[in-house]
């Protein structure tokens, strides 16, 4: 019997909700594939026909969360710097992901890792790509030029760092974590000035010789 889109669509869906139940009940570790099958009525071979790990769901429910953070920031008004606008849609996404604090962790460690990055097939890096098209947009919006790759690696340092920090943060609402995400975006984007005044010092030097 072939199995039609909407229903694989349905499956898929019943699969990420009951993870996603499961793994704030029993926590992350303590869930098994087994319970995540069984919680969503199929086989745990046909699970892996959706997702091949635990980190993989976890994945597709964190890029679901960003994907809604992308929209509401897209709605909101524009912020008057680059470094307000990094921190609207940082905490944006933090308010989106929210739900997942307690889980996110596995995540962090290996498809969001900064030493996965660029790793062609890795599963965070479709979401990795698609947040630092964001900021890039949001660097050209703000007078910047082309972010090199030494920028983009920094920053997505700093952001998954904040990242990190913020699903351990036992501060009252996390207050820890905006203070860092404050200083570590400030720190990004006087460094971005820097190297980008610098550039075009060492351009104007090159072009009276």
């Given amino acids: 019997m072939r199995i039609t889109a909407q229903a694989k669509s349905e499956t898929r869906h019943r699969i990420l909700e009951v993870a996603a139940d499961l793994f704030r009940t029993k926590g992350f570790e303590s869930t098994t594939t087994r319970d995540v099958a069984q919680a969503a009525g199929i086989a745990t071979g046909t699970l892996f026909n959706y997702f091949a790990t635990k980190e993989t769901i976890v994945t597709e429910l964190a890029a679901e969360a960003l994907a809604r953070a992308r929209k509401q920031f897209e709605k909101a008004e524009p912020s008057e710097t680059f470094e307000e606008a990094l921190f609207a849609l940082v905490a944006i996404e933090l308010r989106q992901l929210r739900p997942s604090r307690k889980y996110i962790a596995p995540m ?61 943060d036992r501060s009252p609402k996390q207050e820890d974590t905006l203070a860092l995400l404050d200083e570590s975006l400030a720190m990004f984007a006087a460094w971005l000035a820097d190297s980008a005044n610098e550039t075009k010092r060492s351009n104007g030097s090159n072009n009276t010789e």
């Fill in 108 to 168: 962090l460690e290996t498809a969001l890792s900064p030493l996965a990055a660029g790793q062609r097939n890795e599963p965070g890096e479709e979401l990795r790509v698609r947040h630092l098209e964001m900021v890039v947009s949001l660097a050209h919006s703000h007078g910047f030029g082309e972010l090199s790759p030494v920028a983009l690696q920094l920053y997505w340092t700093l952001y998954t760092g904040a990242l990190a920090f913020w699903a351990k």
